[in-house]
Antibody, heavy 118, light 110 residues
Framework: EVQLVESGGDLVQPGGSLRLSCVVS????????MHWVRRAPGKGLVWVAR????????NYADFAKGRFTISRDNAKNTVYLQMSSLGVEDTAVYYC???????????WGPGTLVSVSS | QSGLTQVASVSASPGQSITISCTGT?????????VTWYQQHPGTAPKLLIY???ERPSGVSTRFSGSKSGNTASLTISGLQADDEADYYC??????????FGGGTKLTVL
């Protein structure tokens, strides 16, 4: 059974940093691109970042460039999202997702909540 | 990176059909067939309904279908059921090597 489980979400002050993790199981992790997607309260889904199979290629949404870093450890079946200079607008549930079919995200984790507030 | 345009809400009765449109540009929806649709029930993770404009993953009901014309993609749900009440999102790969979502459409089954 394919599973993705995020962790690391927390309450953090504006300007702070946080690292999210997503541990996967049930498939060959090193064969898949991975993504992070977020959903702010009352808002829609927003794509955040993507990483290729080997971790050498990454892409980011404009709001994430320079502040967020996506990475992965294929030995640990884990993808990470390092976030810094967090603002209240970054408050959201963050999901990791597998890129499984023609750039479609076929498996998602349940999400982890990041709250940015003073 | 502007989001794709979706109507905010739609409602219909059980058994009816509805179509949700998703408008982008030549740089995303119009330029690629990497259009996907997701369903999200409250408090749960999104579920992939359609990929490659009109292909269904294994296990997704044939009541869900997708299409595209120019810069606009569409999701049609036929034979509406109570459990179809959810938020629906379109998404597309873009020419900037990024992905973009629509703002989401809230479907209410009356």
């Amino acid at each position: 059974e394919v599973q993705l489980v995020e962790s690391g979400g927390d309450l953090v002050q504006p300007g702070g940093s946080l690292r999210l993790s997503c541990v996967v199981s049930g498939f060959t992790f090193r064969n898949h691109w991975m993504h992070w997607v977020r959903r702010a309260p009352g808002k829609g889904l927003v794509w955040v970042a993507r990483i290729n199979e080997e971790g050498r290629e990454t892409n980011y949404a404009d709001f994430a460039k320079g502040r967020f870093t996506i990475s992965r450890d294929n030995a640990k079946n884990t993808v990470y999202l390092q976030m810094s200079s967090l603002g209240v607008e970054d408050t959201a549930v963050y999901y990791c997702a597998r890129d499984g079919v023609a750039f479609g995200f076929d498996y998602w984790g349940p999400g982890t909540l990041v709250s940015v507030s003073s | 990176q502007s989001g794709l345009t979706q109507v905010a809400s739609v409602s219909a009765s059980p058994g009816q059909s509805i179509t949700i449109s998703c408008t982008g540009t030549i740089s995303d929806v119009g330029g690629y067939n990497f259009v996907t649709w997701y369903q999200q029930h409250p408090g749960t993770a999104p579920k992939l309904l359609i990929y490659n404009v009109n292909e269904r993953p294994s296990g997704v009901s044939t009541r869900f279908s997708g299409s595209k014309s120019g810069n606009t993609a569409s999701l049609t749900i036929s034979g509406l059921q109570a459990d179809d009440e959810a938020d629906y999102y379109c998404s597309s790969y873009t020419s900037s090597y990024t992905w973009v979502f629509g703002g989401g459409t809230k479907l209410t089954v009356l």
